[in-house]
């Protein structure tokens, strides 16, 4: 049973009155906990208040809002191996953690059963170390991490479209992010593998595999299996562009789910593989995203997974 419940909520994304109201509807007749609210801001996307919040000695911390702010209480979490659980309330475009864990969307009153009452999970969380133009950077992730078009898309999207139509305004922005994607070689090492050179226009590294609209990028990615899945796609012209997308759509999409298969095709133009750490090193600095914020341009960064680092309902 929840007995104090400390809710870092985002008032960006909504009111405290409209949390307040879905979670008494949550409760319904049952006894509510003592909570307490730690509110976000411009400065603070989430780890001073998750902190202040820890500090309070919750049973139960729930984080309300979109992708950013899930992403910041993750990362104070993990960092200090804390065991108390976490439960998400989505109040953002994207929320690919929370579609990832089948967590209830546009739904206050479901998703705050669904923290007040869910089992915890065990669920990876991954650490990225990047070189920046501004030097080092250490960032935590929950969903995926790596550049070409993913990365491009992000930078390109219109940020009024996006709060008017969601995660279609990202569609809007393939075309110029495709265009922005050239083939680059890069050097890539995986866990104690030798490191070998590649070369593709996108590398995506990734804890959990589906993205909005509910499109699976990555169907092996599991939270949970201490590993990380990634994805290097490298087509040029229409022909390669079409054979991407049926392998992508068809081969380890539908056909899968048909066969019940657990296979994953790869081919000269998609390549999927599973490390624990990747060391990766480009020729010249290119944009890259975390959780689908794009945070700079880089040349050189380090993947790593820290096997059950959170405890999610």
């Not at 400390?6 to 879905?22: F, H, M, Q, Y």
């Not at 490191?195 to 499109?215: K, M, P, V, W, Y």
């Not at 020729?283 to 959780?291: L, S």
Request: hydrophobic fraction near 40%.
């Amino acid at each position: 049973m929840t007995r104090r419940l400390a809710i870092v909520w985002n008032p960006s994304k909504t009111d405290r009155d409209a949390l307040a109201e879905g979670l008494r509807a949550a409760l319904s007749d049952t006894a509510a906990p003592e909570v307490s609210w730690w509110e976000t801001t411009e400065d603070d996307p989430g780890r001073d208040a998750t902190a202040q919040a820890i500090a309070w000695n919750p049973d139960l911390v729930v984080v309300a809002g979109g992708d950013g702010t899930v992403r910041a209480v993750a990362e104070h979490l993990a960092g200090i191996d804390s065991s108390v659980e976490l439960a998400i309330v989505p109040l953002g475009t994207g929320n690919l953690l929370a579609r990832n864990l089948d967590i209830p969307l546009n739904d206050l009153p479901a998703a705050f059963t669904r923290a007040l009452t869910g089992q915890p999970r065990s669920v990876d969380m991954g650490w990225v170390d990047v070189e920046l133009a501004d030097g080092h950077e250490r960032h935590g992730f929950v969903v995926m991490v790596g550049f070409g078009i993913d990365a491009h898309m992000i930078a390109e999207t219109n940020d009024d479209l996006k709060d008017k139509a969601g995660w279609l305004a990202y569609v809007e922005s393939l075309g110029r992010a495709l265009s922005a994607s050239d083939i680059v070689p890069f050097h890539i090492t995986a866990d104690d593998q030798p490191a070998r050179d590649e070369e593709g226009h996108t590398l995506l590294i990734a804890n959990c595999g589906t993205l909005q609209g509910g499109f699976t990028l990555l169907p092996d990615a599991d939270p949970s299996d201490g590993e990380l899945d990634y994805l290097l796609l490298s087509a040029e012209g229409i022909g390669q562009w079409a054979g991407t997308l049926k392998t992508m759509l068809w081969d380890n999409g539908l056909k899968r789910l048909i066969g019940n298969s657990d296979e994953t095709t790869s081919t000269d133009t998609v390549t999927h593989a599973r490390a624990r750490k990747l060391e990766v090193t480009l020729p010249e600095p290119h944009p890259f995203e975390v959780d689908g914020e794009q945070i700079g341009d880089t040349h050189a960064f380090t993947v790593t997974v820290q096997p059950a680092a959170l405890h999610i309902r």
